[in-house]
């Protein structure tokens, strides 16, 4: 083995890279050899380059609570993560399966609540869900599609069988460092990629604007698209920046927007011009003070009534996050029985549901072996891992699932796939996982690949960039 | 273009300038005050009192230090944090800019800024400061001439553009006349004459603020007098940091953005009436006149009329901001 592979120990997980017998798999055969080349000195340099492009191209996200230096570089590990052709068709056959499914839940709830009516999903889980808007029910969203970019979370388990573990259906984040991470392994190993039949990702960028140009009112034909941003502060203010330049669209913020006679405005030079669609990066909740939170100083007071009359489109619709509730996740398989009656393609985690008395008294019981998850918090915030909380944790969680059943989530700690990732001059395996992009317009489209994140904790599995998640490239081979 | 971006850009193009002529012009006097006739204490107090003076930062200034001598004004108008136009503070600002407007300006301008503002964050401006103070000012004045390079070179010379030259052109302005100002602020050491040989060693200091020293002796082929420097720095017609220069350009980049003709006193708006006034003035006037009304009264009257232009343009192309 070289030198950068000794002693590496696949362990009992599913590993990306290597069979549980130490044989290579064979997608990995060749970035093997490469790699095995390279001594810790060479790859190091090569590590340096790549994060000192990321420094000062400004590729960062912001961190708070820390005074000075509040902008990171998001760490990057230059082993790919390597996705064999036929198992990404399956994964991308799943996921737009998934992401239909989820556009019929939203227009049938915002609408008829057929699933309702027919005892599918329960009202209260509905009604109850923190982001669902009752002030749209009744209100038809341009072309009928509400999730217009959602990236859904792939795991693989010990078996390496594909599981959901959420979907993010309001504005999902991320994407932007999937298209870095292109760029600088291309930079720092050329010539790997003409060893390797990888599919490109950058359509993604102009995949996006063709969405936001389809959904845009009244079928105009030179629509005026912009994306609004909380602003440099936010801590994705560097991803918002690239996609508008990318995309050559305005990038704008609540300040600089207008509602004026049933219109959407934003103040420029030579005065007012419309704004037809807004790719908006900033929740419901601060989206319009009269008529969400009358606290925010970031959004445009009035957006939502123009978008009630039709004359600007959103993306993604006010009232997604209904969908991605966690306890909504658990109904997933259910939609896509009821909707378009099929199996689902790609499993959820087995879940329980605090909300039902049987799974609740299963998770009150188990609590040290499961991970609790609140319903409405991400970003691997509000969470019992239970197999290494302490007994003062669990009890609070207890008494939080006792008081609040119907915010609560539970599901069997899962092994995480791992892959063979830098650490202090060698290779040890660090769990992963995926987010692909979807983007649903005139068709559906799924960037070849996705995010994947990297736990570069030893033995953690968050990976989670606000706790010392890093992420890799990730390579669909050509079939 | 949207109203805040081109206010985001005009500043971008005037925290720049900012930050190079404070480089410059303590990288010059840093120099002067190395010459053997100068160094005595008292007189060397008031030299640096008077460009703290010029920069009209005396009161911050005096908070924060508890002395005035060549080591605090450095620190103050090189590194201070406090200080919003130090150098260091200027790169900030500048980046800022920048970042909210990354989409308007192209990747290689955004870069080469960030590279700036990350060796000062690192430290390592500060250690080239401690190891060579000419290499660290060198260093200020090309990064901020790389950046003007890579922008006329990468950048679409369309509004955007315009909005940083009347950033950079109407700070420009500003700065010639105030380091010319500083002359008037410097006392001559007892016993020198005016006209003697301290009095055009300091006349020489402040052509070499404005990079001038060269293009002075080109154009006249003479010895440094006062009213000649003044004359240059004041009206050249083509040396780029002469105040007429500066408001030409500014004029010019006004023009293109309204779309308004230049030529026959055509104007539109407010801040074209103005810039033109003051072009005029620049133009016509001559040496004999601003010394009859005093070189100081006459910089301050120029100073006072670049602010109000600079209000204009905000009134006109970025007033409803605040609404």
Redesign the interface.
């Known amino acids: 083995m070289g030198m950068l592979f000794d002693n590496y120990d696949p362990g009992s997980f599913f590993d990306e890279m290597f069979e549980p017998s130490g044989q290579i798999r064979t997608h990995y055969d060749r970035l093997f050899q490469r790699y095995s080349e390279l001594t810790p000195e060479e790859f190091e340099r090569k590590r340096a380059a790549a994060d000192n492009s990321f ?4 590729v960062t996200f912001t961190v708070y609570n820390n005074d ?2 509040t902008e990171r570089i998001f760490p990057f590990d230059l082993l790919p993560r390597i996705v064999p052709f036929a198992e990404w068709r399956q994964i991308e056959q799943g996921l737009v399966q998934r992401i239909t499914a989820l556009n019929l839940f939203l227009q049938d709830v915002y609408h008829e609540q057929r699933i309702i009516e027919d005892k599918v999903v329960p009202r209260e889980i509905v009604e109850s869900a923190v982001h669902f808007r009752p002030e749209f029910m009744g209100v038809n969203v341009p072309k009928g599609i509400y999730m217009h970019i959602c990236g859904t979370d792939l795991i693989r388990d010990s078996d390496g069988r594909y599981l959901v573990l959420e979907d993010n259906g309001r504005c999902p984040s991320g994407v932007s460092y999937l298209l870095e991470n292109r760029q600088a392994m291309k930079r720092v190993f050329p010539n790997l990629f003409s060893r390797h039949a990888v599919q490109p990702v950058d359509t993604y960028c102009q995949e996006l604007l063709n969405v936001l140009r389809y959904i845009a009112p009244d079928d105009k034909s030179e629509p005026t698209v912009v994306l609004l941003t909380p ?2 502060y936010n801590s994705a ?1 560097f991803e918002h ?2 996609l ?2 990318t995309m ?6 609540g ?2 927007l ?1 509602a004026q006679n049933g219109n959407l405005m ?5 005065g007012l011009r419309q704004v037809d669609v807004v790719y908006r990066r900033i929740d419901d909740d601060f989206l319009d003070p009269s008529v969400f939170r009358k606290d925010s100083l970031l959004g445009v007071s009035g957006i939502v009534d123009v978008y009630r009359r039709g004359n600007v489109s959103l993306a993604n619709s006010i009232g997604t996050g209904v969908a991605d509730d966690k306890a909504t996740y658990y109904f997933v398989p259910q939609m896509i029985k009821y909707y378009l009656d099929q199996e689902p393609i790609l499993p959820n985690v087995p879940t329980y549901l605090s909300h039902f008395d049987s799974d609740r008294a299963y998770i009150l019981e188990h609590l040290s072996e499961l991970v609790v998850k609140a319903a409405n918090e991400s970003g691997g915030y509000g969470m019992l891992m239970g197999p290494t909380s302490t007994a003062a944790e669990r009890e609070k969680f207890r008494a939080a699932i006792n008081e609040n059943p119907r915010n609560y989530i539970a599901q069997p700690v899962v092994p995480l796939s791992r892959c063979p990732s830098y650490a202090d001059g060698h290779f040890e395996g660090r769990h992963i996982d995926l987010r692909p992009y979807i983007l649903f317009g005139e068709k559906i489209t799924i960037i070849p690949g996705g995010l994947t994140r990297v736990a570069l904790r030893k033995n953690s599995l968050v990976v989670n960039s606000s706790q010392g998640g890093g992420s890799k490239d990730t390579w669909v081979l050509n079939e | 273009m949207l109203s805040r971006v081109a206010d985001s850009l005009y500043w971008l193009g005037r925290y720049i300038e900012r930050a190079e002529n404070n480089a410059r012009m303590l990288d010059v006097n840093l120099q002067l005050m190395l010459d053997a006739t100068l160094v005595k204490n008292r007189y060397s107090q008031q030299h640096w009192e008077s460009i703290i003076y010029s920069l009209e930062d005396t009161k911050l200034f005096e908070k924060l230090y508890p002395a005035i001598n060549g080591e605090t004004v450095v620190e103050f108008v090189s590194f201070e944090k406090m200080n919003p136009n130090s150098v260091y503070s200027c790169l900030c600002s500048a980046r800022e800019s920048a970042r909210t407007v990354r989409e308007q300006i192209s990747s290689e301008m955004f870069e080469q800024l960030n590279r700036m503002f990350l060796d000062f964050r690192s430290g390592e401006a500060q250690g080239l400061f401690r190891s060579s103070s000419y290499q660290f000012f060198q260093w200020v004045m090309q990064g901020c001439h790389l950046f003007q390079g890579i922008a006329d070179a990468t950048m679409a010379h369309d509004e955007g553009w315009d909005f940083i030259q009347l950033g950079k052109f109407l700070e420009r302005a500003d700065r010639t006349s105030r380091i010319l100002d500083i002359k008037y602020h410097i006392l001559l050491p007892k016993g020198e004459q005016i006209g003697g040989n301290v009095d055009l060693v300091q006349w020489l200091a402040v052509l070499n603020s404005c990079s001038a020293g060269e293009p002075y002796r080109k154009h006249f082929q003479d010895q440094v007098a006062p009213w000649k420097v003044a004359e240059f720095l004041i009206k050249h017609q083509t040396f780029p940091r002469s105040i007429r220069f500066c408001v030409d350009s500014f004029d010019y980049s006004l023009h293109r953005i309204t779309g308004v003709e230049r030529g026959d006193f055509l104007y539109r708006v407010e801040a074209e009436r103005l810039s033109g006034k003051l072009l005029a003035n620049l133009s016509y006037v001559i040496i004999a006149d601003i010394f009859q009304i005093g070189l100081h009264e006459y910089l301050d009257t120029i100073q006072l009329r670049l602010i109000e232009i600079g209000n204009a343009v905000y009134k006109e192309f970025c007033e409803w901001l605040e609404t």
């Not at chain 1, 420094?55 to 400004?58: H, K, V, Y």
């Open positions: 420094l000062n191209q400004g000075e230096g602003g440099i203010y920046s690239f508008a330049r050559g669209i305005e990038i704008v913020v300040a600089d207008v934003m103040k420029t030079t030579k």
